[in-house]
């Protein structure tokens, strides 16, 4: 099983140079606040997934004054490797420079909750669909979707999209409009159906995960932006789009429904139970993908313990996948109990120490 | 003192010779030494050449293909006369198409493909000029040869749409697995095209 064993960082935001080893299993991160704790799971991410969750400005993450970062891990029995210096980078597997992202990408996957992820559950919809997209383009199965289609579904969407948006706001002749129509309708039907099975994949894991961490009930749905096919929706929203100039059907407009305990999430929902809902929407993809993909994602868990009462905290570190390796921040571990095969790192006067 | 460098003339010719494309420095370099130095290198015949081509070629008049007259030697060719048009993208599509030996048509090339996102609209393609064509030429068939991404899609609806009212049958070319390639690498889009498009034996 491929684990994530060394990770080396260089002129990597606040650090000028760090090793780090994380253990197999559960690894926390701890100290006081600005340390870099959450950049050392960023830096993870980024060596997995090339890119980073808190910015899509490589230049961002340059340490300050200087000029590029590297960073260096070995994940299972492969060494990866990424230098940047904004705004090229040069990946390695091995040693061996890769021209195409394809290849490094399929090497490792991950799951990552930060604090932000709580706005899943009362944020913008378009949160919600990242958070399908984030697993639709991780698939390496066969079945249901995969990465690649997805991901070329998911970009001839978005230009068939933009194109056809700026020629009903410049209101151009209804022919160029509708020249749109199938290339739109065609990556979007694919799109609906991939995420329609993603949801009803996910839901029962989100269940399962959400009754393990409070013993509430969580349920999710698909709610599509445009019925199948999408073909017959646009001409259905035709005097709509025309009056808005603006396409109005499609995924787009996905949302995905959260139901806690029978009532919308949304609306109600205190500071612990988004956290729960939105650490059981992560661990549900974290399942799907192991699921679907044979082996565990990483999972970056950034500060999980938040306004978390010591129940549900129990509670969720005894549910972490049991296969899975993950890296978890958190500012202080008083008081709670952890599994036995946790390895703990603790920011001290001399940088990060194993305590 | 100042820096040895190469003369004058010669760093002119290195600095053109980079403004070719796939040309950096180094090998704009060597190309220059070689067509100096080498015994091989004949400059004054490919300066010739690329100044005659310069001369004559020009863009055939009715397809929008490579020509030293008005029209190309396709379009002049009359045993071409009355069959199918072949519309495609660029001129440098007309080639590929040709050397398959399998169509014995006529050419139009568009000089481009519907793309409002880079400010291209019909407008600027040769699309006024295929439908005069159309009406003087009356084709038994226009076969729409356009990529299969989503400009090209799009490209190719708008097209059949504005060529409906002339009443010339039109065909888009076929979809879906490539020679060669197994349906389990196949992505989905490909496969749902593939099987919307499939045909009887």
Known sequence: MSRLSRLSLRGFRCFESLEYEPGPRLSFLTGPNARGKTSILEAACMLLRLRSPRTSENREMVRFGGEAFALEGMFGETRLSITCT????????????????????????????????????????????????????????????????????????????????????????????????????????????????????????????????????????????AS?????????????????????????????????????????????????????????????????????????????????????????????????????????????????????HRFGESGLEAA | MASLDYPESFRELVKQLRRLPGIGPRSAERIALWMLRS????????????????????????????????????????????GELCVVETATDILPLERTGVFRGRYHALGGKLSPLDGVGPEHLRIGELLERLGQERPKEVILALGADVEGEATAHYLAEMIAPTGVPVTRIAQGLPAGGGVEQADQVTLHRALAHRRAY
Request: aromatic residues 4%; proline residues 6%; charged residues 25%.
């Open chain 1, 228 to 344: 199948r096919p999408m073909k017959e929706a646009l001409e259905v929203s035709r005097s709509e789009e025309i009056r808005l100039r603006q396409t109005r059907v499609g995924p787009q407009r996905d949302d995905l429904g959260l139901q806690l305990d029978g009532i919308p999430a949304g609306s109600f929902a205190s500071e612990g139970q988004r956290r729960t809902i939105a650490l059981a929407l992560k661990l549900a993809v974290a399942g799907l993908l192991t699921r679907i993909n044979g082996v565990a994602p990483l999972l970056l868990l950034d500060d999980i313990f938040g306004e978390l009462d010591p129940g549900r905290r129990d509670a969720l570190l005894a549910g972490m996948p049991s296969d899975a390796q993950a890296i978890l921040t958190t500012a202080d571990l008083g008081g709670i109990v952890l599994p036995s095969d946790s390895q703990v």
């Open chain 2, 39 to 82: 015994p091989d290198a004949k400059p004054d015949q490919l300066a010739g050449a690329i100044g005659r081509a310069r001369e004559t070629l020009h863009t055939c008049r009715l397809c929008g293909f490579f020509a030293e007259q008005e029209e190309c030697s396709l379009c002049r060719d009359t045993a071409r006369e009355g």
């Open chain 1, 86 to 225: 904004p705004p090229t980078r040069v990946l390695k597997l091995d040693g061996v420079v890769q021209a195409k992202p394809s290849e490094y990408l399929v090497q490792g996957r991950i799951v990552w909750f930060g604090s932000e992820d709580l706005l899943l559950v009362n944020g913008p919809a378009e949160r919600r669909r990242k958070l399908l997209d984030s697993a639709g383009l991780q698939l390496a199965g066969v079945g249901m979707t995969d990465a690649i289609s997805y991901a070329r579904n998911l970009k001839n969407y978005e230009r068939a999209l933009r194109s056809r948006n700026l020629l009903l706001r410049e209101g151009k002749p209804r022919a160029q409009i509708e020249a749109y129509d199938i290339p739109l309708s065609e990556s979007g039907d694919c799109l609906l159906e991939s995420r329609d099975a993603l949801v009803r994949a996910l839901a029962p894991l989100a269940s399962e995960a959400c009754r393990a961490i409070s013993g509430e009930s969580l349920e999710i749905s698909y709610l599509p932006g």
